[in-house]
Structure formats: structure tokens, C-alpha cells
């Protein structure tokens, strides 16, 4: 689902009530591996995350999903953004963004990351070096953890940093799982020079049988990956204990993503390694379970 400025306005702009339950449904209607938005969450916040999200699925929607010129479309959602902090909020989603934005006082800066990883995506396809993918990353995951950070009331660089590598670390772990759903869309998110590194084609990501080289590729991306998350997880120990549970759950979600992909032996071509239902149920389970014992 692509988002139109037309989609639901009418009636929407003075009905701030309407604009999240907007927000909700649209989250909600998106796959993800992990809930967007879960039980473990204080209430209050769950408003305000799902305006967020909705912001960032609905960018990526017009990045990847939209019909005709995407670029012309991201330029226009850019100036709807920048609208949206003139206090122009026509739409549902805006509505909601700008009360949100408003309430915690987050800055255009993360937004208008999130919109130019998505002009990159019009024209980049592959990344020469890791150094390279980090930018992208820097563009892509990380803006989604800083406006996170704003909400939950953390504005510093500290807790900026810890959060960028966890962010990061998400990303790769997805990078790393859709490696095949990437290749069919033309993109290829391994490094070249990791790629030349451990003597892997580029051709050899567009196959569907994984050479024991490719799989020691996966495996030394996937080892930055968690190193990222080892990093990362030292925020957690400083947020709110209300709120340090759902971004552990996140945390172990990418960490899941990694288990996956170890136990099909770094085998991201014949299928695409998947989390159980009941592996994701666990995580947010032990996540509640930890938050009402006050850790």
C-alpha cells in the first residue's frame, strides 16, 4: 500500500483521535518479522510508535512500491514532511506525525534521512565497500532508532550511538536474510570487496546453491552483525525499565534473524531462513516476563 496525500483526508485534519487509529491500522496491515508495536510497550507510547512507523513504511512504500516517477514522488512526500512542521497536516498520517513531533520535539533531520535512503535506492544497487553500506545504513536504520530515542525521552549522543549500532546491526541481519529477495529486485547488499575477498561472483548471489565460499561470506557478515548487537545492547541497561523491554525485543529479533541463518549453515540462497511463530512468541513472552520482574 502506497500512501496518497488524498488517502483518508477528508474530515481527518481535526480528529487527532481518528489520525492514530489510522496510523494503528496501516502498521498493522504491514508483515514484519517482528511486531512493530508490542504488549510489552507502555500504552501511552503505543500511539506515537505507530505514527512513526507509519511514516517510515509508508517511505519505503513509495521507494520501493510506487508507480511511475519515484523520485518526483519522494520530493513531493519530502515537502509534505516539511509541511507537516509548518503545521500543515492534511493528511491522517501527518495529523498524527506532527502531534507526535510536536509533543517530543523531534527534529526534520531523521525524516529527511529516511526519504533520501530511499532516492538512493532509485539508483544504487550495489556498495563497493562496507564503509559505503554503512552510509547507506546511516541514511536507512538509523534515523528509525533516533526518532525512537526522541519518544522515549533521550536525545543525547550516547544513547544515539548504542542505538545506531543496534539499528545497524538490525539491518544487516535483514540484508543477510533477503539475500535472494534483494538479488530478484536487483540489488546486492554484500560489499564487493567482501564479495572478492572470499573469491564469491557476484553472478553466484543470483544462484540458488550456495558455495562454501558463499556460505563463509554469510558467516563473516553475520559475525558484524552480531558484534553490532553486543555493542548495541548496553542501551538497554540505560532506558526506563518501562521501556528498555521492547527495544530488547527488537535486539533479540535481529539476533533470531542471525540464529536462523547459523542454523541453515549460512544458506541464504536455497531458502530464505525464517523465525518460527513460536520462537518470535517466546522472545515477547521472556520480554514481559523480564519487564514485570523489573529487569
Same mark, same amino acid.
Given at each position: 500500500?502506497?500512501?496518497?496525500?488524498?488517502?483518508?483526508?477528508?474530515?481527518?485534519?481535526?480528529? =487527532?483521535?481518528?489520525?492514530?487509529?489510522?496510523?494503528?491500522?496501516?502498521?498493522?496491515?504491514?508483515?514484519?518479522?517482528?511486531?512493530?508495536?508490542?504488549?510489552?510497550?507502555?500504552?501511552?507510547?503505543?500511539?506515537? #510508535?505507530?505514527?512513526?512507523?507509519?511514516?517510515?513504511? +509508508?517511505?519505503?512504500?513509495?521507494?520501493?512500491?510506487?508507480?511511475? /516517477?519515484?523520485?518526483?514522488? =519522494?520530493? /513531493?512526500?519530502?515537502?509534505?514532511?516539511?509541511?507537516?512542521?509548518?503545521?500543515?497536516?492534511?493528511?491522517?498520517?501527518?495529523?498524527?506525525?506532527?502531534?507526535?513531533?510536536?509533543?517530543?520535539?523531534?527534529?526534520?533531520?531523521?525524516?529527511?534521512?529516511?526519504?533520501?535512503?530511499?532516492?538512493?535506492?532509485?539508483?544504487?544497487?550495489?556498495?563497493?565497500?562496507?564503509?559505503?553500506?554503512?552510509?547507506?545504513?546511516?541514511?536507512?536504520? %538509523?534515523?528509525?532508532?533516533?526518532?525512537?530515542? @526522541?519518544?522515549?525521552?533521550?536525545? /543525547?549522543?550516547?544513547?544515539? +550511538?548504542?542505538? &545506531?549500532?543496534?539499528?545497524?546491526?538490525?539491518?544487516?541481519?535483514?540484508?543477510?536474510?533477503?539475500?535472494?529477495?534483494?538479488?530478484?529486485?536487483?540489488?546486492?547488499?554484500?560489499?564487493?570487496?567482501?564479495?572478492?575477498?572470499?573469491?564469491? +561472483?557476484?553472478?553466484?548471489? #543470483?544462484?540458488? %546453491?550456495?558455495?562454501?565460499?558463499?556460505?563463509?561470506?554469510?558467516?563473516?557478515?553475520?559475525?558484524?552483525?552480531?558484534?553490532?548487537?553486543?555493542?548495541?545492547?548496553?542501551?538497554?541497561?540505560?532506558?526506563?525499565?518501562?521501556?528498555?523491554?521492547?527495544?530488547?525485543?527488537?535486539?533479540?529479533?535481529?539476533? +533470531?534473524? =542471525? &540464529?536462523?541463518?547459523?542454523?541453515?549453515? @549460512?544458506?541464504?540462497?536455497?531458502?530464505?531462513?525464517?523465525?518460527?511463530?513460536?520462537?518470535?512468541?517466546?522472545?515477547?513472552?521472556?520480554?514481559?516476563?523480564?519487564?514485570?520482574?523489573?529487569?
Amino acid at each position: 500500500m502506497v500512501v496518497t496525500r488524498d488517502a483518508g483526508e477528508a474530515g481527518t485534519a481535526g480528529n =487527532l483521535g481518528s489520525a492514530y487509529r489510522w496510523c494503528r491500522d496501516y502498521a498493522r496491515g504491514h508483515q514484519e518479522n517482528f511486531t512493530v508495536v508490542s504488549w510489552v510497550l507502555p500504552r501511552e507510547l503505543r500511539p506515537h #510508535f505507530f505514527s512513526l512507523y507509519s511514516f517510515c513504511r +509508508a517511505t519505503d512504500d513509495i521507494g520501493d512500491e510506487a508507480e511511475g /516517477d519515484r523520485l518526483a514522488q =519522494l520530493n /513531493d512526500w519530502e515537502r509534505e514532511l516539511l509541511r507537516c512542521y509548518e503545521g500543515v497536516r492534511e493528511q491522517p498520517l501527518f495529523a498524527a506525525l506532527g502531534h507526535t513531533i510536536d509533543r517530543y520535539h523531534i527534529p526534520p533531520e531523521p525524516f529527511l534521512r529516511l526519504i533520501e535512503a530511499n532516492r538512493m535506492d532509485q539508483h544504487k544497487t550495489r556498495f563497493a565497500t562496507y564503509d559505503e553500506l554503512l552510509h547507506y545504513c546511516e541514511h536507512s536504520a %538509523t534515523p528509525v532508532g533516533r526518532m525512537v530515542l @526522541y519518544v522515549l525521552g533521550y536525545r /543525547d549522543e550516547r544513547h544515539q +550511538a548504542l542505538s &545506531d549500532a543496534t539499528c545497524i546491526g538490525l539491518q544487516l541481519a535483514n540484508f543477510w536474510q533477503d539475500v535472494t529477495v534483494d538479488a530478484a529486485k536487483g540489488r546486492v547488499y554484500l560489499p564487493a570487496e567482501d564479495l572478492a575477498k572470499y573469491g564469491v +561472483a557476484e553472478d553466484d548471489v #543470483f544462484g540458488q %546453491t550456495a558455495s562454501p565460499s558463499f556460505r563463509r561470506l554469510i558467516r563473516f557478515e553475520v559475525k558484524r552483525a552480531q558484534e553490532l548487537f553486543r555493542e548495541g545492547r548496553q542501551l538497554e541497561g540505560m532506558l526506563d525499565r518501562r521501556s528498555r523491554a521492547d527495544v530488547r525485543l527488537f535486539r533479540l529479533g535481529g539476533e +533470531a534473524i =542471525l &540464529d536462523a541463518i547459523t542454523a541453515a549453515k @549460512y544458506d541464504v540462497l536455497s531458502a530464505r531462513p525464517r523465525i518460527e511463530k513460536r520462537k518470535k512468541a517466546w522472545l515477547a513472552l521472556s520480554s514481559g516476563v523480564r519487564l514485570k520482574l523489573g529487569f
